[in-house]
């Protein structure tokens, strides 16, 4: 099966008025997740490495549009203190995939990105996060950006 690249399903930026190494510790403490980002219940660590560490697994609990939850499990897959964040998540068909990317403006303010991309291989289920969920997903995130801005402001 060829490779396809991640859909973007959302791609925001925002300046928190906050050190960047203060705003990475928040994010990459992705427990932290449920607090900002709409849809996320609860997110639990599933294992003892430390927070923003390579391999690091959790449990999600998401709302669904639906009104349903569904649990799935997310590991973190790349960090580089104190720029970079990755999860990538086993949530089918869309496959989460998570780029948390932080640029120190100012000694106390840091530019966050957030780009949240799916990983399905599918051509069914690309057409319908392209046409569906890209919406969606684009909507929470500016809600969640909000957010994650007025808990470290």
Same mark, same amino acid.
């Given at each position: 099966?060829?490779?396809? #690249?991640p859909?973007?399903?959302a791609?925001?930026?925002?300046?928190? #008025? $906050?050190?960047?190494?203060?705003?990475?510790?928040?994010v990459?403490?992705?427990?932290?997740?449920?607090?900002w980002?709409?849809?996320?219940? !609860?997110?639990?660590? @599933?294992?003892? @490495?430390?927070?923003? #560490?390579?391999?690091?697994?959790?449990?999600?609990? @998401?709302?669904?549009? +639906?009104? $349903?939850?569904?649990?799935?499990?997310? $590991? =973190?897959?790349?960090?580089?203190?104190?720029?970079?964040?990755?999860?990538?998540?086993?949530? +089918?068909p869309?496959?989460?995939?998570?780029?948390?990317?932080? =640029?120190? !403006?100012?000694?106390?303010?840091?530019?966050?990105?957030?780009?949240?991309?799916?990983?399905?291989? +599918?051509?069914?289920?690309?057409?319908? &996060?392209? @046409?569906?969920? $890209?919406?969606?997903? +684009?909507?929470?995130?500016?809600?969640?950006?909000?957010?994650?801005?007025? &808990?470290l402001?």
């Amino acid at each position: 099966m060829s490779q396809r #690249a991640p859909i973007p399903l959302a791609d925001q930026v925002i300046d928190i #008025a $906050r050190p960047a190494d203060e705003v990475f510790a928040f994010v990459v403490n992705h427990e932290n997740y449920a607090r900002w980002y709409p849809g996320a219940v !609860k997110v639990i660590a @599933l294992d003892d @490495l430390v927070q923003g #560490a390579p391999g690091k697994a959790y449990e999600e609990t @998401l709302a669904l549009p +639906s009104g $349903r939850t569904t649990v799935f499990t997310i $590991r =973190t897959t790349e960090v580089q203190a104190p720029d970079l964040f990755v999860t990538e998540g086993e949530l +089918s068909p869309v496959f989460p995939r998570m780029e948390i990317r932080l =640029t120190a !403006k100012s000694p106390q303010v840091t530019e966050l990105r957030l780009k949240l991309l799916s990983r399905s291989r +599918s051509p069914l289920v690309r057409l319908l &996060i392209a @046409l569906l969920v $890209r919406r969606i997903v +684009s909507r929470q995130t500016k809600v969640g950006l909000s957010r994650l801005r007025s &808990i470290l402001a």
